[in-house]
């Protein structure tokens, strides 16, 4: 049996070895980082050289980095972190992460949907216009932009966003979990007020993330026990998670140079010519990694389920939402409701190869061929 | 150089060799669990695996167990869920830790702290008073309550004090981060609503812990996107602190019979016969791992400095706060405020040996014997 092929980097990266030997020498130091002798100073340096490395992936000082369990966590701290400093109605793009839309919804707040083109593109003429007629009395305007989105990988116009949002004095929060490591960021020349990082994303290990702030943003305290991260967040750290997300990060820094989209592209184009298949967002700026595309009369569930069988693992959408059967708000939001069932998702990572793709279009034209006739799906 | 001897377990313990390797078994697996192909499957195996690890530890169903970042966030998570159930009022130990105590304060609500007596043993009597006069408007009585003390060791009478608090119809959260894998405990047994637990200070790794509920009890939505968790807790699951944390559950709950009190109690002769030190708690029932004294006229911060250029590490009161010079709140609720500032905890875990606090003993002594007057200290 040849080894499997995953594809499915959007959901969790494979772990790079770097970043696993970070976690177990995290493991072996088995100090706390608050304690003063001399495995908890062990701890707290080892702790603070993965704080640096992660502010260099962000472009941002290490002291702006809060450690958090995952990019979910970083993305509710910014939308409580925004209503605690007086935002009263919440923008968000219509295809932010569930971390993001649920997190908003929780405040009990207003939420605007700021819509995105056909392409998946947020429609910058809608922000301009929205916040020219601002409330005053919805408080500062706060809008959060995911920076890639997950499903489709399209890029957001998140600096241009920035510049209308800051004449308006409101702050941008940008979610930049599928971003981080595949594309360049840097917090300030984004224009953003805060940024959410996720380490599994990026060859990390899961259960690490972080909020980024740029210098004099505030941050609320969200998790309590003790001054952790400059009484930020409260606990004894994550060491181990959080070693594996510097080291992961480091490595991802060095790596931003490779755009392997021909790989990619050229797997899209044998689906293409053989069935037909949509690309969503093909024509926007996307994440070289990630393919989504959808086959009317496929589903995502047979699809993915094909693959799988064929040993090429791929998703339906987002992880989070890939054990429900629940149409992608990204793909309707996106004008193709009528896609959003039969589209999957394949996104590669630091370890894809080339004949990853290659492999994952042949077992893919292998299932249509196979596929149920649709009078069997439907019996 | 001999090795040096880590006694400082309550602040984190060691990882034990099978958690390490389940964290990297966990790392290796490299699926998200909410994925459905092979890897996903692989994935949320592991996570249920050590489900039923923790919830075995903890004397519940696997059901009832919410995976978290760790035994804050799960105390975090026990009051607000409090809170969203309609408590309007809060009585905390007066001896509990940060974690409880800032995220009660955090809600805004009245917070009451039950007191102990003289051996940090909260005083049954005077709950049983206050809740017999409990005001209807302040919602369903909230008591929190930990099983065993961070700083002293000391066991809280948590079964009479649940049959207090049921007859008041109010409801019980037990911190038993400390207590987890040193006493046996079983949440139904003790008569607890809400319990938290932490991986690390079982031989576990950072980065993990779990609030487990009595089946039936509501467990408040604070992290969002996703459906994980049973929808209690969204983001990716941190499968690999997870596993460690199942690999020392299972490891704890085998090794619970074990006491080894002797090895405290000896040293603690030997410093008593010395320097008449003070055993705080010393007169209440015990971790047997935790050794908490104060010697007058030898600063916490001396006594800590000087064991470890000796190479034994403990520490003063909590790590949380040992960055700090702060008085602890524990040994000042145990009306000693006079020996705060003097006071050292000493805790040992599943990797400490005998050797360890003979050696623990002899460098103290030793510190002792080379302690500065008192005329230098205050110079």
Known sequence: MTSAVYLDCNATAPIR?????????ALKIGGNPSSVHAAGRAARAFLEQAREAVAALAGARAADITFTSGGSEANGLAIQSAVRAGSRRLILGATEHASVMEAAQAT???????????????????LETRLSAWDAGDGRPFVALMLANNETGVIQPVAEAARL???ARGSLHIDAVQAAGRIPLAITALGADTLALSAHK??????????????GAEVTRSLFGGGQERGRRGGTENLPGI??????????SADLAQDRSAWRDSAAERLKARAGVVVLGEGAPRLSNTLCFACEGFSSELQVMALDLAGVMVSAGSACSSGKVKASHVITAMGRPDLAA?????????ATTEDDWRRFADAWIEAHARRPARKLVEA
């Open 17 to 25: 070895p770097e970043a696993a030997e970070a976690v177990l020498t």
């Open 108 to 126: 009990g707040l207003p939420v605007e949907l700021w819509p995105v083109d056909a392409r998946g593109v947020a429609d910058l003429e809608w």
């Open 165 to 167: 949002i800051g004449a």
């Open 202 to 215: 990026l060859g990390g290990p899961q259960g690490a993330g972080a909020l980024v702030q740029r210098p």
């Open 243 to 252: 070693a594996g997300f510097g080291a992961a990060a480091r490595l991802a």
């Open 342 to 350: 039969c589209a999957i998702r394949v996104s590669g990572g630091w």
